[in-house]
T-cell receptor, first 114, second 112 residues
Framework: EAQVTQNPRYLITVTGKKLTVTCSQNMNHEYMSWYRQDPGLGLRQIYYSMNVEVTDKGDVPEGYKVSRKEKRNFPLILESPSPNQTSLYFC?????????????FGNGTRLTVT | GENVEQHPSTLSVQEGDSAVIKCTYSDSASNYFPWYKQELGKRPQLIIDIRSNVGEKKDQRIAVTLNKTAKHFSLHITETQPEDSAVYFCAASNSGYSTLTFGKGTMLLVSP
């Protein structure tokens, strides 16, 4: 089954403790992206990647890192999480050459930073 | 960059009524406009999209219209059902951007 898999689904952590949220897709998509969803603010893009070893900042990249060493994986790294990063995070992928192809979202990761 | 405004933020209708959600965008070069539906606790999923060379597109009870001159597009749902209750997001992009810009979402509640 074609899918985007995120782990973990839920994560509670403390301020300053480094964490990684994993994202993997099995559709051979070139393009992958991370969004955060907050009430009243919709979906805001954090980082995206057009292909292996190519990453770019989205609208809200501060406090986050990403890497794209393999086509299928696009982990989101919070080096020193803070409470304002408490949010619902979604990874998404699409065909890279077709900018108007559908985005496929993962099931989301709900992060709480205390 | 692109800016997408979406209205209303919440919309309550009775089952069987029609619902309309409107979006405006700022970049006249945008030419792809998808709509995503997010049910409670689930991920957003594409329900319909439209490209700038088309003024209207229908898929059963849902339709999207686009007015490029005014830079706005709308989602129309007819004969609403309780299972239409969800948050709906509009978005816009163009070939010059690698990203979709989303509106803030509309929570649609359909009461039986």
């Amino acid at each position: 089954e074609a899918q985007v898999t995120q782990n973990p689904r839920y994560l509670i952590t403390v301020t300053g403790k480094k964490l990684t949220v994993t994202c993997s897709q099995n559709m051979n998509h070139e393009y992958m992206s991370w969004y955060r969803q907050d009430p009243g603010l919709g979906l805001r893009q954090i980082y995206y990647s057009m292909n292996v070893e190519v990453t770019d900042k989205g609208d809200v990249p501060e406090g986050y890192k990403v890497s794209r060493k393999e086509k299928r994986n696009f982990p989101l790294i919070l080096e020193s999480p803070s409470p304002n990063q408490t949010s619902l995070y979604f990874c998404a992928s699409r065909e890279g050459q077709n900018y108007n192809s559908p985005l496929h979202f993962g099931n989301g990761t709900r992060l709480t930073v205390t | 960059g692109e800016n997408v405004e979406q209205h209303p933020s919440t919309l309550s209708v009775q089952e069987g009524d029609s619902a309309v959600i409107k979006c405006t965008y700022s970049d006249s070069a945008s030419n792809y406009f998808p709509w995503y539906k997010q049910e409670l606790g689930k991920r957003p999923q594409l329900i319909i999209d439209i490209r700038s060379n088309v003024g209207e597109k229908k898929d059963q009870r849902i339709a999207v219209t686009l007015n490029k001159t005014a830079k706005h597009f709308s989602l129309h749902i007819t004969e609403t059902q309780p299972e239409d209750s969800a948050v709906y997001f509009c978005a816009a992009s163009n070939s010059g951007y690698s990203t979709l810009t989303f509106g803030k979402g509309t929570m649609l509640l359909v009461s039986p």
